[in-house]
């Protein structure tokens, strides 16, 4: 089976600055030293069946006061085919803003940005700079790259607003919008099935489900079958990816482990698989 994997971030702690992997910067993780050295492509080894036909890579924090030293980076040192997903600051004044875009444009493997919402989702966007870039970023083609929970529904509702005003941006949720892994069990009721239900109505808008480690080291694999299962009910299976957080997933698992662990759902086809693991990446990221 040939995989595209939409979201990994690689490293070289020579190079750039990756201020958020120093032990005296959040977040403050107790084994953040495992992942606190470089990562090449050379690392991300599949076998038994499986073929990485190329992948997304997510901007790293390489340096994020000039994201395009990070492209200049991966497109110098990566041979496999991929396409990056370029840090910027959304707050930037708009002729700011379109300089840093119409840059990044200039590399062949950029195809969209991220700037991490997170707990300031509902500052962000419900900032008018804010919302006028990402009009921009729509114009120019650009994918946002969407990391926020989306049990927050107040920021939910924000980011409806945006869609409804440019229904040309097109946006992907980052790890499967935040769900809260430390329960290890869904509330079919809970906010994030909400914000899930609300966002999907969007055709602009598809979801990477990945991160699970992020907030439980120790998470089951029926959740992440629940958590792959509701996106699916929601986004239909050609708005869904799977993806590594690589090299976050070596928390829990190997890089081979971790995709043989998504190969394992008794409840996903091998049509199915070649949506969430290939085909869908292909198309949403132009690969």
């Known amino acids: 089976m040939k995989i595209i994997d939409p979201h990994l971030h690689l490293f070289d702690l020579n190079k750039g600055k990756y201020a958020w992997l120093k032990p005296h910067n959040p977040p403050y993780w107790s084994d953040k030293e495992m992942i606190n050295k470089d990562f090449s492509e050379n690392e991300l080894q599949l076998n038994q069946g499986l073929l990485l036909a190329g992948f997304v890579h997510i901007e790293a924090g390489f340096n994020n006061e000039q994201p395009w030293q990070e ?19 959304l707050t930037l004044n708009s002729e700011q803003f379109l300089q840093a875009i119409i840059k990044l444009k200039s590399f062949s493997s950029v195809v969209g940005v ?12 419900s900032n008018k700079q804010v919302k006028s870039n990402l009009e921009q970023l729509a114009e120019h083609q650009l994918i946002f790259e969407l990391q926020m929970p989306i049990n927050n529904l107040n920021a939910v509702e924000l980011i409806i607003k945006i869609l409804q005003k440019t229904p040309s941006l097109q946006v992907v949720i980052n790890h499967a919008g935040s769900p809260n892994t430390l329960c290890n069990k869904i509330d079919l009721n809970n906010n994030w099935q909400q ?4 966002l999907s109505i969007f055709q602009q808008c598809s979801i990477k ?3 699970f480690e992020m907030t439980n080291r ?4 029926q959740y992440q079958a629940d958590i792959i299962t509701r996106c699916i009910e929601h986004f239909d299976i050609e708005r869904v990816m799977l993806a590594s957080n690589f090299p976050l997933c070596l928390f829990t698992k190997t890089y081979q482990g971790y995709w043989q662990n998504y190969l394992n759902n ?10 969430l693991c290939f085909l869908n990446a292909k198309r949403i990221y132009q690969l």
């Not at 914000?195 to 609300?198: A, D, S, T």
């Not at 120790?218 to 694999?221: A, F, G, I, K, L």
């Not at 008794?266 to 949506?275: D, I, V």
């Open 218 to 221: 120790n998470y089951s694999v």
């Open 71 to 89: 492209i200049t980076w991966l497109e110098k040192n990566c041979r496999l085919p991929f396409k990056s997903i370029a840090g910027i600051d």
């Open 266 to 275: 008794e409840l996903l086809s091998f049509e199915k698989l070649n949506y």
């Open 195 to 198: 914000g899930l239900e609300k």
């Open 114 to 125: 991220r700037d991490i919402l997170d707990d300031q989702a509902v500052e962000y966007l």
């Open 209 to 211: 489900c990945s991160g």
